[in-house]
């Protein structure tokens, strides 16, 4: 790579862009307001010293942000280079510029993947709006996820196994064709020369059954010939032989030799288990009715009254991994921008003691969403009962119950999920006499009651959040998260985010940082225009609805 940068606008570009747009448009106004936003120099790690020299990866870099503002393909983002004047003007381009090949676009994403490059360039739409006093730390954030699908098509079980070896024996096809048709059976040929939803599975629940066991031991046998002594090594190492291997031990089984299905309840959980041959990285996942497999992005925006609202952090992960873990990966991405705030609000789904504590105690940022109801009756704090009802000493480690009883057992452990609690119990002896043990532990033949705690910070933090929630003006307040909503709302319509363009866990990344910054871009074009934000939409019904 060259490095060259954008440079000055050609006067004759200038002169027939403004003759062209007399009011402007987007790409010109962003040019206008912004400057050039990205420079050859920042992507010089993705380009090697020498060979031939690349197209300016910093125009590369505007390309991409803005097809994905007007939702072009490649073809169509190539030719709008080499054709639009606006675009042209925006780019720093002369009029008889011939652009590049559409496959340039393609390559340029391959490069920006291998070097999180997305992040990059969303950093330099945020950098240059920072200048301009678009954006900047300080202030409320709010955040906010939705699923994502993956860009394979969704695959019952029968349809996973099938495929998975079908995709397993065409890449060895490819590697090694002259061994594969020695050492294939000649019904291989027949069962999985084409697709497995062109075929027609049995409707009878014991016929899917032979033809899952039929699978089943085909690809038990191609996995033991891909590593017999004279197979070749190679095989071994294909990405598509070793997606059949796992799939294979999380759907298959020897039963007195034979090779059986396993019970859906003998597979591994979801965060482990493969939804397709063609997008490894996917997972299923389910939210309330939402079934899917893919995905899930975080966005955080900007939420100031009265200024313009930018995405200043986008987060990809697969669609099993909660909400509740990931509000200390979003402030640890907008550290890394210089852009915390100094409230966060969120949803129950990001709510949590700990969370809130962490938020504090790392950034200084107060983490606000409503927390999740008790719904254990003898935790609730209203209850007769309830884990309000104990008086908790923490200097001396231990709880004393409403009828004076002290515990004897105070113990540090792990919950299920890893997280430190602490686990109390009262003396059965101490219990047994009381006449209220029915009423104060859930199990009918519980001889003594236990408690779990969180720790003394992440406690404390609980009940005062619980006692600021219960307000009128922390709800009031609140009212703010409900525009996030509309942030992914557009991100779906104008981007697409709703579904992967690409197989894959870092390009589906790419694709949601080029989103954040389109959106971006969008916004601040709005924002030059004088366009206000959207109004929240009520139906004419709800309108009506009599004040309480």
């Not at 709008?80 to 652009?99: C, F, H, N, P, S």
């Not at 129950?348 to 983490?367: E, K």
């Not at 606000?368 to 254990?376: D, F, I, N, Q």
């Not at 006449?435 to 003594?448: H, T, Y």
Request: net charge positive; with cysteine; charged share 25%.
């Amino acid at each position: 790579m060259q490095p060259k940068g954008s440079g000055e606008i050609p006067a004759e570009t200038v002169r027939v862009a403004q003759a062209a747009f007399p009011k402007g448009s987007l790409a010109i106004r962003v040019r206008d307001e912004l400057g050039p936003l990205f420079t050859d120099e920042g992507f010089v790690g993705l380009f090697a010293v020498r060979g031939r020299p690349a197209w300016s990866p910093g125009r590369l870099a505007l390309v991409v942000v803005l097809q994905f503002v007007e939702g072009l393909t490649d073809r169509q983002a190539a030719e709008a280079v080499r054709a639009r004047i606006d675009w042209k003007y925006a780019l720093g381009l002369e009029l008889t510029d011939a652009g590049f090949d559409f496959s340039v676009l393609s390559e340029f994403r391959d490069r920006l993947v291998g070097a999180d490059g997305g992040r990059s360039v969303l950093d330099g739409v945020l950098a240059a709006a920072r200048e301009k006093g678009l954006v900047g730390k300080g202030g409320r954030a709010r955040t906010d996820s939705t699923h994502v699908l993956s860009a394979a098509r969704e695959l019952n079980r029968l349809e996973l196994v099938g495929e998975s070896l079908r995709a397993a024996l065409n890449a060895v096809a490819r590697a090694e064709p002259n061994w594969l048709a020695v050492h294939a059976p000649p019904e291989w040929f027949t069962h999985y020369a084409t697709r497995i939803d062109d075929s027609r599975f049995p409707k009878a629940r014991a016929g899917r059954a032979e033809v899952g066991r039929r699978i089943g031991a085909d690809g038990t046998h191609l996995l033991e010939m891909v590593r017999t002594d004279g197979a070749p090594a190679r095989l071994r190492a294909l990405a598509e032989v070793e997606f059949l291997r796992r799939l294979w031990v999380q759907e298959f089984h020897l039963v007195e030799g034979e090779v059986e299905q396993r019970d859906p309840k003998d597979r591994p959980p979801g965060a482990k288990r493969l939804v397709t041959p063609y997008d490894p990285d996917a997972r299923g996942s389910v939210k309330r009715d939402t079934f899917w497999d893919g995905f899930k992005v975080h966005l955080t925006e900007t939420c100031e009254p009265g200024q313009v609202h930018l995405v200043t952090n986008v987060t990809t992960t697969v669609a099993t991994v909660p909400d509740d873990r990931m509000a200390a990966e979003v402030h640890a991405g907008l550290a890394t921008r210089d852009l915390l705030p100094d409230e966060h609000w969120v949803d129950t789904g990001y709510a949590n003691s700990g969370a809130m504590v962490a938020a504090d105690r790392d950034h200084g940022v107060a983490l606000h969403g409503p927390l999740k109801a008790v719904t254990v009756p003898h935790a609730r704090g209203e209850a007769v009962f309830g884990q309000d009802a104990f008086t908790i000493d923490w200097d001396n480690q231990h709880v004393t119950c409403p009828n004076g009883i002290t515990s004897t057992q105070w113990h540090r452990r792990r919950s299920e999920d890893g997280l430190p609690t602490v686990r109390v119990r009262f003396s059965p002896a101490d219990c047994r006499t009381c006449p209220g043990l029915r009423q104060c532990v859930s199990s009918p033949k519980a001889q003594r009651r236990e408690i779990n705690l969180r720790p003394r910070d992440e406690y404390e933090a609980l009940q005062q959040a619980r006692a600021l929630q219960r307000t009128d003006e922390w709800k009031d307040r609140y009212k703010i998260r409900a525009g996030v909503e509309g942030t992914v709302s557009q991100a779906v319509q104008a981007c697409g985010l709703r579904r992967s363009r690409y197989h894959g866990l870092p390009k589906t990344s790419l694709q949601h940082q080029l989103t954040g910054a389109a959106v971006n871009l969008i916004r601040i074009d709005a924002w030059l225009t004088g366009k206000p934000h959207a109004p929240t939409r009520t139906s004419p019904l709800a309108a009506l609805r009599p004040a309480a």
